[in-house]
């Protein structure tokens, strides 16, 4: 590839140049500024920003920390790893929380609870030899990775074959249900490379691993059956109730200890002020939702949040049991927020929450102080994120309780799991010892304790290979644990694992062939440099892990990161235009069933920004944008009709905020930085002002003439006072009483997220919120002050609240001060972060308003931070891994294309901003995807829009032309079609006399001279 990181004209050389820079120079230095406004990029590297390049393939220690989701869209979280191994297995509906981001931007080799493969079986010369398709058994592995497919591949100097592995879970842009199958499908190609015949075969195994987290407390057969049937031959583990062995004790009933059902805690003695004067009944003020607890109450120690301090000790207990169970969630401070067993005054026995509102069962073996007095001490002794604990439930048993209970088959973990073979295999007991792997076997119906760990095995047929010949073998892994606590989306439509391999085998062709022509028309036949596309659409990829969950009632909601920060949070998910380019429907879905559905206060008009009734005034305004933006990805104006009364009441939410109705909001203004700006500001503002002309263009197509009048005048009026202001010269600042309010604000800062937005603005078509010449001087305030080349200096005098960033590596600052002393630590939350999702924004917004190396300078960076040899590169963190709010990257894919879309007046247009001479990129609308392609030659200019998937309907399309040319003929399969043009300002609009709908295959040619 053009530009390989960490080569000389990489972006960690060419940067430590501004690094090593004279900062004197900077007249900001006195303010304790130390982002270079001249950033030195080497001219070589800014050329290779632009570079087409090659795909990128990774070796050797590169791979360690690749983990790229495999999985179906909200179908859990499976990763390939850069071996081709699996990994994580996050399908079994258990709550993992991976942080609030302290500890996410680490560089680990993602772990494989379950044991599974393949390997390649030779037979030669009387002999027979397997490989496993591992970078053990092949060190010179390869990996090829461009969401959706990943290609991975495995030869030997030494070994007589070569084997490509291709793997995905079915992707199909607007066919969100088959792109969200628990399923991933492998096609194990093997070549001979030798120069005799050779007889070749692919094993494959998985583990039985249904009840993976509760084998150990319930009493339970795993069962694994192998057969043929239909031409297949399949795996299907699952399990099932064991028999009560003969004779066996009944356990004594269970002595409860203490279930905090009381309004006091009765003789448990209290210290600090932690605890409160009793226990709590269920979630506090402003805290995550507390679930898992028994009855109506418990310990939380969440009273006034997690500041105060304190313990909780119980009268003595005389043991009389052999276990101790309890529940327990909250923080993971080891000695900080706990609960400990009390011998003698001494801790003996300890435990900790795991960073989870959820509660828990945990148990302790107290067999050893049978008929003694103990005692049970809760402790909270710690402040800042999770620091609380959560307690109930606890009591003495005789059987241990761990995580949860309750019949067999509604465990969380309780379902199937399959391996299936797209043709009849072959017996795989011979080669059991060939594989080596602790655990296999091969028969066909073998039943065992849960506890047991056990893998089954199938094969395919040997097949003869001449010199030079290939044979593919499919298989296919699929999953269904429906026991989610809302339920999954796909148990709706599969019965079971079984099903849902037959599904993916029997439509196999078909969903390989669109998957791959998806990423065949993205990544192949784009112009756009390779590097971008792999950066833009490998975030797509958070859709298939566990930040999205689709649920059983067809809602989908989703995390801020995996497990971290529940709701669709409305202000994160205001930066992610990935889904609703990709999967409309979905989008469609989480506005009707939460933004205007669970979340809408129907007196109000407040779309609580957690799906609850919490104000979030960025959110609130988000909504709408989001709203105007379903309705433009929609094929008829329906959508808009049933939402619309909705999207005007919350609209009418948003202005009731702008008290004295001058298009300026300047109350307390909770936002995405998790603290309420006070005052005009233009973070919030421009979204407040993108929503008024969002909701003045959507009243006007519901014919709501006197709404659409009073957006306007409300845009009109706000757009002319936040210059009046908020504009200091040359950025918008945010007009704030300090003295008055001196936490969270920002004053004359200059703010990364200041034109947040007018992004959507572009996106949605509206056009500048503020004066053309305003925006583009802000967007380069931004670029100039916010964007460090190195960010060592800049947090070397202000360290961040977590690093998304490390000193030599390039990043977008949330926010600095460069004409004034920085505001320090009791200013905006997270300022000296660097967070993706902002950075792409500020990105595609520079696209929109010519700043194209800018843009393609800050995606480089992250392209570079993210890069194998340091993190997963298919996992922009935030709080918690894969964070919504790096969906932002598609923004700047639309920006790049020019893209603009109205799906129910039939309107698409183009208006490439790069290389527009030689110009092909994929697009999306309402029913169909394809191919866009530009070329200019002379005083000429050939357009053509080409549908691979669904259809198009159109009726006008819009270009972007050099100066000159006016006059464009139309063709459909080589047919004219009668049209119109019209240019104004380099814009050409050409209307067809009649709209026309483009099937797959077929495509519109446009010749303008």
């Known amino acids: 590839m053009a530009m390989k990181p960490h080569a000389a004209l990489g972006l960690i050389a060419v940067l430590n140049l501004a690094a090593s820079a004279g900062l004197a120079a900077e007249p900001a230095e006195e303010f304790k500024h130390f982002v270079p406004v001249d950033k030195k990029l080497a001219p070589e590297w800014v050329a290779a920003l632009t570079q087409r390049g090659s795909p990128e393939v990774w070796r050797g220690k590169d791979l360690g920390t690749i983990g790229m989701p495999i999985g179906g869209v909200a179908a859990g979280q499976l990763y390939l790893r850069g071996d081709g191994t ?177 309004e006091t805690y009765g003789d448990w003695k209290a210290t600090g002020e932690a605890f409160g004067k009793g226990p709590a009944k269920g979630t506090l003020p402003e805290q995550q939702e507390v679930s898992g607890f028994l009855g109506k109450g418990l310990v939380n120690t969440y009273l006034g949040k997690d500041g105060p301090h304190g313990t909780l000790t119980s009268p003595p207990i005389r043991v009389e049991r052999k276990f101790l169970n309890f529940l327990i969630g909250g923080g993971n401070h080891a000695g900080q927020t706990c609960i400990n067993l009390l011998v003698g005054g001494k801790a003996v026995r300890t435990a900790i929450g795991k960073n989870l509102e959820r509660l828990e069962w945990h148990y302790w073996n107290v067999e050893e102080f049978e008929g003694k007095e103990v005692q049970i001490e809760i402790v909270d002794k710690a402040s800042g994120g999770w620091g609380h604990i959560n307690i109930d439930q606890i009591e003495q048993a005789d059987r241990p309780r761990q995580g949860p209970s309750g019949p067999l088959e509604e465990m969380a973990d309780f379902g199937t799991m399959v391996l299936a073979l797209a043709e009849a295999g072959a017996p795989a ?78 439509n196999q062709a078909r969903l390989a062939e669109q998957t791959r022509l998806w990423r065949k028309t993205f990544y192949d036949d784009s112009t756009l440099p390779r590097w971008l596309l792999f950066r833009l659409h490998s975030t797509v990829s958070n859709l298939a892990t566990d930040t999205c969950q689709w649920w ?256 030599g590596e390039a990043g977008l600052f949330t926010c600095t001060w460069p004409k004034s002393p920085h505001l320090g630590p009791q200013s905006v939350l997270y300022r000296d972060e660097i967070w993706t999702g902002i950075e792409y924004q500020a990105a595609g917004n520079m696209v929109w308003d010519g700043m194209l190396t800018e843009a393609l300078a800050i995606c480089r960076g992250i392209h570079d931070r993210y890069h194998p040899s340091k993190h997963n590169p298919y996992n922009e963190v935030e709080c918690g891994d894969h964070y919504a709010r790096a969906m932002a990257s598609w923004g700047v894919y639309t920006a790049l294309c020019g893209y603009e879309y109205h799906g129910p007046k039939g309107h698409l247009g183009f208006a490439p901003r790069l290389t527009p001479e030689d110009f092909k990129a994929a697009f999306t609308a309402a029913e169909g995807w394809g191919l866009f392609t530009q070329k200019r030659a002379g005083a000429a200019q050939a357009n053509r829009i080409e549908v691979r998937w669904g259809k198009l309907r159109l009726k006008t399309l819009a270009l972007a032309v050099p100066a000159g040319l006016k006059a464009a003929s139309v063709t459909l399969a080589g047919k004219p079609v009668q049209a119109t043009a019209a240019v104004a300002d380099g814009r050409m609009l050409i209307t067809l006399s009649e709209g026309i709908v483009l099937n797959e295959s077929e495509a519109l040619d446009v010749g303008i001279r």
């Open 552 to 807: 059983s009632n067809g809602r989908f909601w989703a995390w801020e990161g995996v497990g971290c920060c529940e709701g669709t949070c409305t202000h994160v998910w205001n930066y992610a235009h990935a889904s609703a380019r990709l999967f409309p429907e979905i989008e469609r879905l989480i506005r009707e069933r939460q933004d205007f559905g669970a979340a809408f206060d129907e007196k109000t008009g407040l779309v609580g920004f957690r799906g609850n009734r919490a104000y979030a005034a960025d959110g609130q305004c988000g909504g709408i944008l989001k709203a105007c933006r379903e309705h433009l990805m929609s094929p008829d104006d329906a959508f808009l009709r049933r939402t619309w009364p909705r999207i005007k009441q919350a609209l009418e939410f948003s202005i009731k905020q702008d008290a004295n109705d001058d298009g300026l909001i300047e109350n307390s203004q909770h936002n995405t930085y998790d603290i309420n700006f006070e005052g005009p500001n233009t973070f919030v503002g421009s979204l407040y002002l993108a929503a008024l002309r969002a909701g003045e263009e959507m009243a006007k197509e519901m014919g709501d003439a006197d709404f659409a009048a009073r957006c306007r005048r409300l845009f009109e009026s706000g757009t002319k006072l936040s210059v009046e202001r908020l504009w200091d010269g040359e950025y918008f600042i945010q007009d704030v009483d300090l003295k008055k309010f001196p936490k969270h604000q920002y004053g004359k800062g200059c703010l990364a997220d200041q034109l947040f937005g007018q992004g959507w603005a572009h996106q949605l078509g509206l056009g500048y919120l503020y004066p053309e010449k305003h925006v583009k001087s802000a967007l380069q305030a931004i670029w100039k002050y916010c964007w460090a080349p190195d960010v060592g200096p800049q947090n070397a005098a202000h360290p961040p609240q977590r690093w998304f960033a490390r000193p």
């Open 86 to 262: 699996l990994a994580q297995w996050w399908i079994f509906n258990k709550h993992i929380n991976t942080g609030y981001g302290d500890r996410c931007y680490r560089t680990y080799r993602p772990d494989s609870p379950v044991e599974s493969g393949f390997a390649v079986v030779v037979e030669a010369d009387g002999k027979t030899v397997a490989k496993k398709l591992n970078e053990q058994d092949f060190p010179g592995v390869e990996f090829m990775g461009e969401y959706p497919i990943a290609v991975v591949r495995y030869a030997d100097k030494e070994f007589p074959v070569k084997v490509e592995m291709e793997a995905f879970s079915p992707f199909i842009p607007l066919n969100a249900r088959d792109s969200a199958l628990p399923a991933t499908l492998f096609h194990i190609t093997v070549e001979n490379a030798s120069a005799k015949p050779l007889k070749v075969s692919v094993a494959g195994w998985l583990e039985n691993a249904v009840l993976c987290n509760s084998a150990g407390a319930v009493h339970a057969l795993r069962r694994s059956r192998i057969a043929t049937d239909g031409g297949r031959t399949t795996v299907v583990h699952s399990a099932e109730k064991a028999p009560t062995p003969p004779g066996a004790a009944a356990p004594r009933e269970a002595i409860v200890v203490a279930d905090f059902e009381g």
């Open 429 to 506: 007991e011979k080669l059991l010892p060939a594989l080596n792997t602790p655990g296999l076997h091969a028969e066909t119906d073998a039943s065992y304790p849960a506890a047991q760990r056990r893998s089954a095995t199938l094969a395919a047929q040997a097949v003869e290979l001449a010199p030079a010949a290939k044979r593919t073998f499919v298989f296919a892994l699929a999953w269904h644990f429906p026991n989610h606590p809302r339920g999954r989306e796909y148990a709706q439509r599969f019965k079971s694992a079984r099903d849902v391999a037959a599904y993916a085998l029997d």
